[in-house]
Every structure is written in C-alpha cells, then in structure tokens.
C-alpha cells in the first residue's frame, strides 16, 4: 500500500536533505547505549538537535554512524514489471553503519536528489537533517550484524530513516533495499530513474512477494562477496552468521517469508503487512509482528498456528497503517513552525504522536534483535 500525504506537493520539504556538515570527537565504540547525560548529537559532533527544526530522530544507540548507497543489477533475472523483456532486476541499496572515530564528512542527505524528485519531496530549506555522516570507514577489525529493511509498496526506503538510524547506532549494519518498479523509485547505476508506475497503488501478491525475496536473496548473495573482498568499504565488517530482515507493508511481508525461506536469516520483523505466499509451513525461526489497529488480517492468525512457540503478535494502540514511517514525526515539525498545516490520510495514521510511534518501534525492534541476532 502507498502511503502518502494527502497533498503530496507538501510532503516535499519535510523529506529533502540537508549537506551541511560539522566535524568534531566521534567515540564510535564507546557507548553500547547513551547514557541520560550525553546526547548523540554532542557525541558525534553535531548542532543540538534543538537547534534545527527539521530533523530525524535522534538515534539512543553510542554509536555513531554514517550512509552509503549502491546500486545493483541482478545478471541472472529478467524484470517482470518492466515493459522490456530484456530489462533486468535492479535494487538500490541505502546502507546505514557505525562510523569510524574522528569522522568530518558532511552529513548525509535524507534522500538523493533524484529520488526527491521522483517522489514529490520537495520542501526546499524544511529539509529534514539526517544524524549520519555522508560515508566514512567503520572502525578497523569490527564486525558487525546485518539488518535488511524494506520499504512498503510505492515507498522508499529512505522513510524509515529514523529506524534504520537507530539500529545502527546500536552497532548493526542496516541495508536498505529500495526495489524496482515495485519500491517508489530507484536510481540505477546508469543514473536512471526507475519509478514502480507499472504496479498497482495498493496491490500486493504472492508473485510480486517472491519477486521481492528473490531480491533480497540476491542482495545477500551480493554483501557476502564484497564482504570477502577486503578492498571494498565493506570487506570483512559484516558477521554474515547474524542476520535479520525487517520491513513495512509489503515489505514487512517480505521479511517473513525471506526468513522461512533462507537458511541465512535468522530472523524478521514485520511491520504491519498483509502475508503473501505459502502460508502452509511452520515458521521455525523467531519473528515478531507489529500490527496497527486495523482488522486482525487473517494472514497473522494462519501465520501464528503455525508457528512453534517461536513468534510473536502484537497490536500497537493508537497506530494506523502509515504510523510505522518518519511522516507523521516530520508532519508534526512542519505543523509547529506553520501557519499552514500540513494534513495527513485518517484512515492511514491515527492518534498516536509521530515521535511517540517512532520511539515505541525502534525500542521493540532493538529488543527483538538484541535477543535473536545479536
């Protein structure tokens, strides 16, 4: 399901980037959690972030943390959603990681330019400010353990930011995944922009869901070479034998069914998405299902009978489906510094506040993968 703005023209400033950057001490590895007396933003020398109207949640993790992005094309899988038959799978990939200390890149940007674009992000100087450097090393000898995240159908992944943030500022690599033509958009290594315009708004299936893991499991199979190649930014840095999945919507759904189907996952966080695909066969690895307040789907409770002993459902009160992104916490700045309010779908978010939603997933999900897979 796409989730956006009910005036999308809006929704711009709150989701373009800021490149300011500043430097300052950088203890990426002091802290497993910050303590109440030290900030993030004076850990990482950043400005307060008082100081900015727009900007993402702060990570609670001691580490700090920095953004790369790449774009990749599966050599071996044709695109089904492309009008070109000879037209391959592409993914673009946002990774979020701990940052070696003493880093002074700038910041990085919430979304690229192209993306921004692409999606009607265009709120010029309201641009959320990221709490992550713009590339940099991890520190030497650290591994780490790695989260895919996925985005919901017609979104990007870059909506998530203050999720993916936080994981990795608890000492987890975090992989993005923006998928083409099903995510909002892509830019491929060519530079094009690849929109999802042949999918349906809101449409999932069980053939766009093995779509998807066939993605996923190719972005693994893609992070296991460069991990052993020990020129590559990544080389040696990710613990291949601790692995998680999580999503949103259609990607949520993904991250179940990735899990079940790959020996090399150990585990998944589904945010609120209807279960496509076989639900015949018992999930024997853990899970956790964070659902809004919608209906019961009954993909959760075919999922939960069969399950052994080994997952876990549960309602989050005050949650609509759109509730689990950054919109609503950037909405809500936008709203306090404006004459103008910025108006979002009732049917899409509902009571709870944008920073208390943020907050309550990203401690459920760091307590989730502290115990099984870190």
């Known amino acids: 399901m796409k989730i956006f703005l009910t005036n999308k023209p809006l929704l711009a400033g709150l989701l373009l980037t800021a490149l300011a950057g500043c430097g300052g001490s950088n203890d990426s590895e002091r802290y497993e959690t910050l303590p109440p007396t030290l900030s993030y933003a004076s850990l990482c020398g950043l400005p307060p972030a008082s100081s900015e109207t727009y900007r993402v949640l702060e990570p609670t993790g001691g580490r700090c943390i920095a ?42 940007e919430y979304a690229s330019k192209e993306t921004a674009q692409a999606m009607n992000f265009d709120f010029g100087p309201n641009a959320p400010r990221t709490n ?116 949103h919507s259609i990607g949520g759904a993904t991250s179940l069914q990735l899990q079940r189907q790959d020996v090399r996952v150990r585990a998944a966080i589904n945010l609120d998405g209807t279960v496509y695909g076989d639900l015949s066969q018992p999930w024997s690895k853990p899970f956790l299902i964070l659902a809004s307040e919608r209906p019961t789907d009954p993909s959760y409770l075919a999922i939960m009978k069969l399950q052994k002993d080994v997952g876990r459902s549960e309602v989050l009160a005050g949650f609509g489906h759109g509730d689990f992104s950054d919109q609503k916490f950037y909405v809500e700045q936008y709203n306090r510094n404006h004459p103008v309010q910025m108006e979002l779908d009732p049917t899409m978010f ?17 307590l989730f993968f502290r115990t099984a897979v870190k």
């Open 67 to 108: 953004k790369t992005s790449f774009a990749l094309s599966d050599p071996r899988r044709n695109d089904p959603y492309s009008s070109n038959p000879l037209d391959r799978r592409e993914v673009e990939l946002k990774i979020w990681y701990p940052v070696a200390a003493g880093s002074s890149q700038p910041r990085a």
């Open 132 to 247: 992550a450097r713009a590339g940099g090393p991890m520190p030497d000898g650290q591994r780490y353990p790695l989260i895919l995240l996925a985005p919901g159908l017609g979104a990007v992944v870059e909506m998530y930011t203050a999720l993916a943030e936080d994981l990795a500022s608890h000492g987890y690599i975090v992989v993005g995944i923006n998928h083409g033509r099903i995510s909002g958009v892509i830019v491929n290594a060519e530079g094009k922009i690849i929109r999802n315009e042949r999918v349906p708004d809101d449409e999932g299936s069980d053939e766009m869901l093995d779509v998807l893991v066939k993605d996923q499991a190719f972005v693994l199979d893609w992070l296991a070479q460069r991990n052993a190649d020990s020129g590559h930014p990544l080389g040696g840095h990710l613990d291949l034998a601790r692995i998680g999945a999580y999503g």
């Open 350 to 366: 509902h009571s709870v506040r944008g920073e208390d939603a943020l907050r309550l997933v990203r401690e459920k999900a760091r």
